[in-house]
């Protein structure tokens, strides 16, 4: 059968991706929006979109009954689950072979044998494939799954069952503390998956994360188009990916393929699948978890394949064989993602949310991709990030021939890159290709824990290049809005010209406690200032850009391509590699004073509350967990700053909090 149309039963970048793929097969599209999506990306892609509900995700992208209506009303032929939400549901893949549509997917039983991680591990031990010691049993009993640690041996980790993302998955040291976390587990499984079934397993100190993308047309050929190094971590979830793995030997290499290849055909699978493994320092390697549906980081494989995975997966899913064969594969050069996130790294990557002020992409080429849902924002108002999904802004991906040029390639992607709004790991992300360590290869999955203090560098005080910037940013945006409104007026002539014929001006900021003074000096013209900062003298030109709040400016010859976003009292500015907040004191712009008092606790992001710790009147201690806010499918513990008191709690279990909501006040 020939697809003609298809539904995509997702949101954000993935949606975006398949219909790029459509475009390009002359497939028509359907996407499925909530109303938090109404003007989203993926909405305004598609040939036709459909509403399916509030922006919760239960009432929307994981009601599979919306969504196969939707399908029947569009006259889709096929739907395409995308990552996430019911991509490996094998409710969802049977219902759609019930109404008549094709799920492009493997078939359910496929589903069901890998979506439970400890019957998957049963089935794979049959297979011959390696497996970490642990119990992946059904007894749930909390005493029993705790002597079960006992004989595994501390650490341990205790995972989820039904899903994956590091969700539902909690390192325990020791006994003390098991019975906390693994209520945690299962609570954060429970609200994520529907299912609160979790397995142990032994906890490798230092391993690497190495998957096997593999493929399976019907007639039953599978094969494997190698692996992808996804180590590099936080919250255990990835936050970037390269292929192939580095150092990575040819006889491991055929060994892992072989082996995942084997998982595959153990339970019939069809369609796009990876095969997960921890591998250790001598190249030994345990099956950990199969992902029955295509994975957040595909690009990578495809560019050292040349293949598109997602044409693959339609042609598969109407019945045609592979064009391929194992020996007709080969790796092409090198590829690496990252993913750029609405999270705050200093805090220990607490997930945001909030409307993108100023976006910019790198130029893609056939080195460089951008993978997003978000559109460029030029002139300072955007899409926003919302609570209720995952907080990625995009993926960018880079290709080379070989590690060193791709690594090289992805940080002039990330330089070219400018993001303002809600905080991100831009700058993270920048720090980490940079690091000696990482460019050695030497990863691991817990390379970013290792490595914090210098990845994570406190901020240091802004350098006079960057307050020159800023300022020349504040005369770009003065000089613009006088300029387009009335061509001939005197704010349009680029010369010396001023009320009063006042020629210097003087700009303060506050900077580490300390003030910052900047002269301008605009005798040869508004275009060509005079700055000093701080008694330091440059030679400055400046020339606006006519679409975005982006501007080009020289000092002293050297020239530099920045955006400047001013909010009140605060400037963010962008330039190369560098993103500055800084506090200029406009003596024109108002100011709050800081709500975060002593004494009192606020929400640090929007969520949900699902544990509340204390009572009114409890005594806490400095770094005692005093209620559990749910956000962004994650659980995050927020704790006592200090020793003290309740005296008040503003919020119960369940409640939907806003960021910076008061939740505690305590002396």
Known sequence: MTIKKILIANRGEIACRIMRTCQRLGISTVAVYSEADAKALHVEVADEAILIGPPAARESYLDMNKIIGAAKTAGADAIHPGYGFLSENEDFAEACEKAGIIFIGPPPAAIRAMGGKSEAKALMEKAGVPLVHGYHGDKQDEKFLEAEAEKIGFPVLIKASAGGGGKGMRIVEGRKGFSEQLTGAKREAKAAFGDDHVLIEKYLIDPRHVEIQVFADKAGNTVYLFERDCSVQRRHQKVLEEAPAPGLSEATRKKMGEAAVAAAKAIGYVG???????????????????????????????????????????????????????????????????????????????????????????????????????????????????????????????????????????????????????????????????????????????????HEKELLPAKAASSKEALALAVLGLLNEREKPAAAADASSPWNDRSAWRIGGAETETFKFTDHGKEHIVAVSCKKGVAQPDVTVDGAKFSAAVEPSSYDLSYDAKLDGKQYNAALLHEGRHLTLMYGSHHEDLHYLDPLAFEAEDDEADGRLHAPMPGKVVAVRVELGSKVKKGQPLIIVEAMKMEHTIIAPADGEVLSIHARVGDQVDEKLELIAFK
Do not use: W
């Open 272 to 450: 796009a699948g990876t095969v997960e493994f921890l591998l250790d320092a001598k190249e030994n390697f345990y099956f950990m978890e199969m992902n029955t549906r295509l994975q957040v980081e595909h690009p990578v494989t495809e560019y050292i394949t040349g293949l598109d995975l997602v044409e693959l997966q339609i042609r598969v899913a109407e019945g045609q064989k592979l064009p391929f064969a194992q020996k007709d594969l080969k790796i092409d050069g090198h590829a690496m993602e990252v993913r750029l996130y609405a999270e705050d790294p200093a805090n220990n990557f607490l997930p945001g949310a909030g409307q993108i002020k100023f976006l910019r992409f790198p130029l893609e080429s056939d080195k460089v991709r951008v993978d997003t849902g978000v559109r460029e924002a030029p002139f300072g108002q955007g899409d926003v990030i919302s609570i209720h999904y995952d907080p990625m802004i995009a993926k960018i991906i880079a290709h080379g021939k070989d590690r060193a040029t791709a690594i090289a390639n992805l940080s002039r992607a990330l330089d070219e890159t400018m993001i303002a709004g809600p905080k991100t790991n831009l700058a993270f992300l920048r720090a980490l290709l940079g690091n000696k360590a990482f460019a050695s290869g030497k990863i691991s999955t817990h390379f970013i824990k290792a």
